[in-house]
């Protein structure tokens, strides 16, 4: 499904004040896997993901994601490729602070022009999936931050995408709230076999995973599939 090879990523090329961030990965993930990417900050993390969503192209290198070359496509190819099969999860919520958490989540489907009934019955489904069906009509300052969190989620599965990327989704949380939001994410992939690729520092949230990548100053330094988890690696139903 994602395939990655020999992929650099530069900022300021050609400049004094070069950087590399990223070092000759090399990554493939299966369907229906659930991977966490930890490491330091300032280990890449971030900048991985941007490539793997499709908001930065690699310097040198390829990504495939589906048998598409991203690295080839225009611009407009690429928010194609994001609006249509990845969905995001972030440490800040992001949700739009004067609409309610139903209409947050029906956004995706508008601008994919999903009629308004359908639109509303799959928003409505989605916040019950992530345990929100009593606070549909709710403004997001009127919610705690775990249960941001979870419209957020429910979000990002409105265009029924391939790929969930969750950067770092629990970063804003408390331990307790962490945990209920880290629950939410194994119930999808237990029960919809979606990919996930999560980018945590934390290793308690990474031993959750049925695999771990480790990034280090650019480069994988480990990667390890988590036997104390279930591999559920497999065809979404």
């Not at 690295?71 to 999860?89: P, Y």
């Not at 916040?127 to 705690?144: A, F, I, Q, W, Y």
């Amino acid at each position: 499904m994602i395939e990655i090879s020999n992929l650099i990523k530069k900022y300021y090329v050609g400049m004094p004040n070069e950087l590399t961030i990223l070092k000759d990965i090399s990554l493939s993930i299966q369907e229906g896997q659930f991977i966490s990417v930890v490491g330091a900050s300032g280990s890449g993390k971030s900048t991985l993901m941007n490539i793997i969503g499709a908001l930065d192209r690699p310097t040198s290198g390829t990504y495939v994601l589906d048998g598409i070359p991203i690295q080839e496509m225009t611009e407009n190819e690429l928010s194609e490729v994001r609006n249509k099969k990845i969905g995001f999860v972030f440490q800040t919520f992001n949700l739009i602070p004067r609409t309610t958490a139903l209409n947050n989540v029906e956004l995706p489907l508008f601008y994919m022009g999903v009629g308004k009934s359908e639109r509303r019955k799959k928003a409505e489904e989605l916040l019950e999936l992530v345990g929100m069906g009593d606070r549909m009509t709710h403004m997001p300052n009127e919610l705690s931050g775990g249960q941001k969190q979870r419209v957020a989620i429910a979000r990002a599965l409105a265009n029924d995408p391939a790929i969930i990327l969750a950067d770092e989704p629990t970063g804003a949380l408390d331990s307790q709230t962490g945990k209920l939001v880290m629950d939410i994410f194994l119930k999808i992939h237990r029960e919809e076999h979606r990919t996930i690729v999560l980018i945590t520092h934390n290793p308690e949230l990474a031993e959750q995973t049925e695999r771990i990548v480790t990034l280090s100053d650019g480069r994988i330094i480990g990667d390890r599939l988590n036997h104390s988890q279930k591999t559920e690696v497999g065809v979404r139903a």
